[in-house]
């Protein structure tokens, strides 16, 4: 009787929040880059992050995530390639479910995050694929441990609309660098050079 209890209260309790308003229900969402708003977005940080992935001596793809990412998006649907795109990732805030690599990482084997506490990435060119308006390349710069080298990010357009009483555009966005490019050798190569991240952001318009 307690547990049929507690699920009718929980019941009546949804359905109180869904008549009062408080759960706002989703607008129509388009998947066409040309009906997006035009302005400036900013990343909800609870809906962003970053996941990256390496081999593991050959024998798994370690993956972790760096989260807390900050980024602001200059969208222009009707000329895309005059958008832009910056971000900053707190490499204090990787999460790769191990607390002594996490501390590990911290460390001058790594990010050194006493000197770096962050990396940066700034776009430099949009380019919207010729055969599918959903997809697009962005270049721009990475800024790691001190050193500024270019990375190609492939950026997929998920759609965009009203969620929860607020205007949003979302994407997901592959990319692939070389941590030995960034000064990042530990473990070489039995860890690989090759780290491969995979991004998600829902952006927020700023009124």
Avoid: C
């Amino acid at each position: 009787m307690t547990t049929l209890f507690r699920r009718a209260a929980a019941s009546a309790l949804a359905l109180s929040l869904i008549a009062g308003g408080a759960v706002v229900a989703q607008g129509q969402l388009t998947k066409v880059p040309a009906e997006v708003r035009a302005g400036n977005y900013e990343l909800e940080s609870s809906h962003g992050k970053i996941t990256w992935s390496v081999n593991h001596f050959g024998l798994s793809t370690y993956t972790g995530q760096f989260v807390n990412v900050k980024a602001v998006l200059k969208l222009d649907p009707a000329n895309p390639s005059a958008s832009t795109l910056t971000a900053t990732i707190p490499l204090t805030d990787v999460a790769p479910n191990d607390d002594r690599l996490k501390a590990h990482l911290q460390t001058a084997d790594f990010f050194d995050t006493a000197k770096y506490p962050t990396a940066t990435f700034v776009s430099r060119s949009v380019t919207v694929d010729a055969d599918d308006a959903n997809e697009a390349t962005v270049v721009g710069d990475l800024t790691l441990k001190g050193v500024t080298k270019p990375v190609t990010i492939e950026v997929e357009f998920n759609g965009a609309g009203t969620v929860m009483g607020a205007y949003k555009a979302g994407f997901d966005g592959e990319a692939t660098i070389k941590r030995s490019d960034f000064g990042i050798n530990y473990a070489l190569p039995a860890v690989s050079d090759e780290v491969k991240l995979h991004i998600e952001g829902e952006f927020v318009i700023q009124k």
